[in-house]
Nanobody
Framework: QLVESGGGLVQAGGSLRLSCAASGGIFGYETMNWYRQAPGKERELVATITSTQTTNYAYSVKGRFTISRDNAKKTIYLQMNSLQPEDTGIYFC???????????WGQGTQVTVSS
């Protein structure tokens, strides 16, 4: 089970840190992802962190967002700086470990950036 937190309303230029806490099972082997879905748009991949701490970002957030993980706490984070109105959406945490048949999603947390 994945539970996101940390969303909210922020002005353009502000920052938020999202958290995604995992419960049950072994944590550390999964590739963890943050997705977001803006109103009327498809869900898009924002950031990825592998079990070996390799990270990747969507071009639109590169240099502004940072994904990290704390395996001891079974938690991943998304530090979002210099937020813009186009960053508004529901942010979802995803855990993927195909060898174990894992593809889990959280319920999402709303991020709203006002101009």
């Amino acid at each position: 089970q994945l539970v996101e937190s940390g969303g909210g309303l922020v002005q353009a230029g502000g920052s938020l840190r999202l958290s995604c806490a995992a419960s049950g099972g072994i944590f550390g082997y999964e590739t963890m992802n943050w997705y977001r879905q803006a109103p009327g748009k498809e869900r898009e991949l924002v950031a990825t962190i592998t079990s070996t701490q390799t990270t990747n970002y969507a071009y639109s957030v590169k240099g502004r967002f940072t994904i990290s993980r704390d395996n001891a706490k079974k938690t991943i984070y998304l530090q979002m700086n210099s937020l813009q109105p186009e960053d508004t959406g529901i942010y979802f945490c995803n855990a993927r470990f195909p060898a174990a048949g894992i593809n889990s999603w959280g319920q999402g947390t709303q991020v709203t950036v006002s101009s």
